[in-house]
């Protein structure tokens, strides 16, 4: 777990980023985050029961629904970017196990150890109290492959 060699991975190889929290409102960090990100040349899908879109793209009430619609587009999530309280980790990593998504990032802040073993144990690469915008910063601001 957030091994320098799987942040890299992330930035390289992921396009379509599901972010659980994205919000609509400018000001808040899932939003920036993502803007960036989504500047930067990601896909981003805001996963959120509390709104209809953001960003451009439609919003999704779970990770279930986001996948259904993606996967009619001949689409798949490649990350799971989470911008939740940490008690609501174990349900989200429990989806991202289920749906097989290879790939979970949680925000600064975001700790949730034991849920965080049991995606790695799955055979997710997980990231977590890491901010996605300053790793990709760090890694200098080129558009992902």
Not at 66 to 78: H, N, P, Q, R, S
Not at 121 to 130: F, S
């Amino acid at each position: 777990m957030n091994e320098p060699q799987t942040i890299a991975e992330i930035l390289d190889k992921v396009h379509t980023i599901a972010v659980v929290g994205l919000t609509n409102r400018e000001g808040r960090a899932s939003f920036g985050v993502s803007r960036f990100m989504q500047n930067q040349g990601y896909r981003i899908i805001p996963v959120n029961p509390q709104i209809e879109s953001s960003l451009g793209e439609k919003a999704y009430p779970d990770l279930d629904a986001a996948v259904a619609a993606l996967k009619k587009e001949g689409t798949e999530i490649d990350l799971v970017n989470v911008f939740r309280a940490p008690e609501h980790v174990p349900a989200i990593v429990k989806d991202v196990i289920r749906l097989k998504i290879p790939y979970l990032w949680l925000q600064e802040g975001v700790v949730h150890d034991e849920a965080a073993g049991r995606a790695e144990a799955a055979g997710t690469k997980v990231v977590q109290d890491h901010c996605i915008l300053k790793e990709r910063m760090a890694a200098g601001w080129k558009n992902p492959a």
